[in-house]
Each structure stands twice: as structure tokens, then as C-alpha cells.
């Protein structure tokens, strides 16, 4: 191959190999995604075929009310994979979109998104944290949507009438971020 042409060569080879994983990762992502609704989808049909055969009233409130849950599941996990799709795992995103973070304003916006469906469970969420801003280095939207996920499985596996506790710490050689509840496991 000629001098002239190998960078062009190298560089289009690059390229094909970013192609190559990015459409990997698209294949991935449907296959998981697919999966992630199949049970959801099939839990909810069923529900709505108790709901439509019954003929006690009681049974299809029942029915109906799993229904409702089941949906709002199921939209939950079709959040989460959007979510999931937007934020492309490859070196490029990372470098990109790390810059300062304030970890207590993350928190804030996130316990204020999960309060009403903490509100309607009567579960209380608390923040301990610094008063003033906690500054880490990272991804504000990666970090929101680890929080949220931390926040909302807290709030789904705790008991009613109880806490769910984020905790910021700052030590010496970190910050640990803490979601705590008093859910089984």
C-alpha cells in the first residue's frame, strides 16, 4: 500500500471497527430490550383476560388494580431503556461528558421526582448531606439516572410508613453516596 493512502486506509479501518460495535451495541440493546418486555407484556395480558372473564366484582378490581401496577412497571423498564440507549458506552461519550457535578443538586432533583410516588406509599425521603454544594467529577445524566434507579427500587422494596434515606459522606479520599431503606434484603 502506498504511504500516500495508509492514514486514509487506518483512518476508514477505525472507522468501520466503530461501525461495527456501534451496531453491535444496537443489536444487544434490542435483544435485551425485547427481553426486559416480554414478561411484563404477558403478566399484564393476563390480567386483563381475568379482569374481562370474571364476573365478581371484587376479582376484577383486583384484576384491574394489577393491571394499573403492571403498566406502570412496564413503563418504568421502557424508561430505563431509552435511558439506557441514550447514554452510549464507548470512549468518546465518557470523555465528552464528565465535567463537575454537584452530587447534592443531583439528589435534590431526584428525590423530588420519586416524592410522589413515595407520598402515595406514605414512605418519608430524607437527604443527610453537606449543606453546601458537594462538587464530584462526572456525568450529571448518568449520575441522575443511577440515583433515580437507587431511589426508586428503595422506594418499590420498602415497607409503607417508612424512610428512604440519601446520604452523601464526604471523607478524606471520597464522597460515598448512600441509598438506604427498610426493605427486605
Request: hydrophobic residues 40%; charged residues 25%.
Amino acid at each position: 500500500m502506498p504511504d500516500e493512502i495508509k492514514t486514509l486506509v487506518d483512518e476508514l479501518n477505525q472507522l468501520f471497527t466503530r461501525l461495527k460495535n456501534a451496531f453491535d451495541r444496537e443489536k444487544r440493546f434490542s435483544a435485551d430490550a425485547a427481553h426486559e418486555l416480554r414478561t411484563p407484556l404477558a403478566i399484564l395480558r393476563t390480567q386483563a383476560q381475568v379482569a374481562l372473564r370474571t364476573t365478581d366484582d371484587e376479582e376484577r378490581q383486583y384484576a384491574l388494580n394489577k393491571l394499573i401496577t403492571g403498566v406502570d412497571r412496564s413503563a418504568h423498564v421502557v424508561q430505563q431503556l431509552l435511558t439506557l440507549s441514550r447514554l452510549v458506552p464507548d470512549e468518546t461519550y465518557v470523555q465528552e461528558y464528565t465535567e463537575p457535578v454537584d452530587l447534592r443538586k443531583v439528589s435534590v432533583d431526584e428525590i423530588l421526582q420519586a416524592a410522589p410516588i413515595a407520598l402515595k406509599k406514605k414512605i418519608d425521603i430524607e437527604l443527610v448531606s453537606p449543606e453546601e454544594s458537594v462538587i464530584i467529577i462526572g456525568n450529571a445524566v448518568a449520575l441522575g439516572i443511577l440515583l433515580r434507579n437507587l431511589i426508586d427500587n428503595a422506594i418499590r422494596y420498602t415497607y409503607e410508613d417508612s424512610t428512604v434515606s440519601v446520604k452523601i459522606v464526604p471523607t478524606t479520599q471520597h464522597i460515598q453516596l448512600k441509598v438506604i431503606d427498610s426493605g427486605p434484603g
